[in-house]
C-alpha cells in the first residue's frame, strides 16, 4: 500500500518521482472492497499490508483511517490481520509502541546508508519539508530502532555502493553496541546493493557494486553479525526446495496500491503508470489493452519453464527464474546475475545439507547450469 509518493528525504539513489500523489482518506473504503473481493470472497485466511511509499509515515491520516477500516473488516470476517512497514525512520510519532500495536505492525524495514557522515549526506531533508528537529536523518533512524527493537521485529537494510562499503564494519559494530540484536524481538540486518531497478535508476550504474564487491561485504556482514541477526536467505543450512513462486507480484491475490489509484504487480513499479495492471479509484479510466494495463496478461502467463535461458537451466527448481521483473524488462545482466548467485551458492547449500562445506572458491561452471539438450537426449537415448 504506497500511502503516498512523497517524501521528506532527497536521498540520491531514490528512483521516485517524489509527486505529492496520495491516497485519500475516502479511499480506504474502496480498499475494504477489493479486501473483501480478493480475500473475503476467496476464503483466505489472513490480509497483509506493507505499508510503502514515498515515506508511508507523510501520510498519517489516510493510514489511520485505513488500518483501522482494514481491521474491522477482518474482524467482522474472523481473518487475521497483519501489517509491516517500510520507512526511512525520521517521521514517526512519539509513542512508538502505541502505534505499532494499534497498526499491528509485526515488522519494520528502516534503511541505511552508512555511517552518520555518509548517511546524513545522502539522505538529505528536503527544505519543502524540513522541520526545527530535522538535524540528522541518521540520529533519528538510530533512535527509532532503540525504540522500535522493544515492540516489534526490526529489519536493519543497509544500502550499499562504492561510497559507503567502508562504514558497514563501523554500522555493524554500532548496532551490537546499542544492543539491537538483543532484543526481545528478532533484529536482522540485511545488505542490499544499490542497483539500477529500471531505466529511472539507470544513472546508478557507475556506483553499483561488482558481484565481488558485494559478495565481499555480504560475507564481512557474515562474519561479525550473531546467526539470529543475519537475514534468512543468507543463512546457508541445508538443501534448498523447490520452489514454486518467487514472489507477490505472481500472486494473484496479491495487490500493489499505488498512490496513483492505479494497481501494480510488483512494488517497484509504482509510478511507472504503463506498467499498472488496473485502476481502483472510481473516476480514472478504465485501462486498455494498448495503454496501461498491457502488461497484466504478461504477468497471467509468466511461466519460467518456457524462458529460452530458465528451460534449459539446471537451477531452474529452485531459483524458478528469480525475479519476473528482470525477465519484462529484458534485463539480460540481472538474469545472469542470478545464475552467477546459484552457481557459487547451490554448492555451499548442497554441501550444508550433508553437514559439510565446500573448498573456498568452489562454484559451478556455466556448463553444469545449462544442459546441452543434445547431450541429453543422447544419453536418454
Ligand atoms: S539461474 Fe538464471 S537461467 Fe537459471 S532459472 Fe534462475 S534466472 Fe533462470
Ligand atoms: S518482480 Fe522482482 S522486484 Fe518485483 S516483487 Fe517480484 S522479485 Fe521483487
Not at 493510514?63 to 474472523?78: I, P
Not at 534449459?312 to 524488462?329: A, E, T
Request: aromatic share 10%; proline share 4%; with cysteine.
Amino acid at each position: 500500500m504506497t500511502t503516498t509518493m512523497d517524501c521528506n528525504l532527497g536521498c540520491y539513489y531514490c528512483y521516485e518521482k517524489r509527486s505529492d500523489e496520495a491516497l485519500d482518506v475516502g479511499d480506504a473504503d474502496t480498499l475494504v472492497e477489493i479486501a473483501r473481493e480478493r480475500v473475503g470472497r476467496r476464503g483466505k485466511k489472513s490480509l497483509h499490508i506493507d505499508w510503502y511509499g514515498g515515506e508511508p509515515l507523510m501520510n498519517l491520516a489516510f493510514m489511520e483511517r485505513a488500518s483501522h477500516a482494514l481491521q474491522d473488516f477482518c474482524a467482522a470476517e474472523g481473518i487475521l490481520y497483519h501489517a509491516s512497514v517500510v520507512s526511512n525512520g525520521t517521521r514517526w510519532p512519539q509513542d512508538v509502541s502505541g502505534f505499532v500495536d494499534r497498526h499491528r505492525i509485526r515488522e519494520v524495514q528502516i534503511s541505511f546508508d552508512g555511517l552518520k557522515d555518509n548517511h546524513d549526506r545522502r539522505r538529505r531533508y528536503r527544505p519543502v519539508h524540513r522541520t526545527e528537529q530535522d538535524v540528522s536523518s541518521f540520529d533519528q533512524a538510530v533512535s527509532l530502532v532503540d525504540e522500535l527493537v522493544r515492540h516489534t521485529r526490526v529489519d536493519l537494510r543497509y544500502n550499499a555502493d562504492h561510497g559507503n562499503a567502508g562504514d558497514l564494519a563501523g554500522f555493524v559494530e554500532l548496532a551490537i553496541e546499542r544492543g539491537w540484536f538483543d532484543g526481545p524481538y528478532r533484529c536482522v540486518l540485511m545488505v542490499a546493493k544499490l542497483s539500477a531497478y529500471s531505466d529511472r535508476s539507470a544513472f546508478l550504474r557507475p556506483h553499483e557494486l561488482s558481484a565481488e564487491e558485494f559478495e565481499a561485504l555480504q560475507a564481512l556482514a557474515e562474519r561479525m553479525l550473531p546467526k539470529d541477526a543475519r537475514d534468512d536467505q543468507d543463512i546457508v543450512d541445508g538443501f534448498p526446495r523447490p520452489k514454486t513462486s518467487v514472489c507477490g507480484a505472481l500472486a494473484p491475490d496479491s495487490a500493489v496500491v499505488g498512490a496513483d489509484g492505479l494497481e501494480y504487480r510488483c512494488g517497484l513499479q509504482v509510478g511507472e503508470i504503463h506498467r499498472a495492471v488496473s485502476t481502483f479509484r472510481r473516476g480514472l479510466p478504465l485501462l486498455g489493452e494498448s495503454g496501461p494495463g498491457a502488461d497484466s496478461a504478461w504477468w497471467d502467463s509468466f511461466d519460467p519453464t518456457r524462458l529460452p535461458t530458465c528451460s534449459r537451466c539446471s537451477f531452474l527448481p529452485v531459483c524458478w527464474g528469480g525475479c519476473p521483473k528482470r525477465h519484462l524488462d529484458a534485463d539480460q545482466a540481472g538474469v545472469a546475475d542470478e545464475g552467477r548467485y546459484w552457481r557459487t551458492n547451490l554448492p555451499r547449500q548442497v554441501a550444508a545439507g550433508f553437514g559439510e562445506t565446500v573448498p573456498d572458491g568452489f562454484a559451478f561452471t556455466e556448463a553444469d547450469q545449462f544442459r546441452d539438450d543434445t547431450n541429453v537426449i543422447r544419453r536418454e537415448g
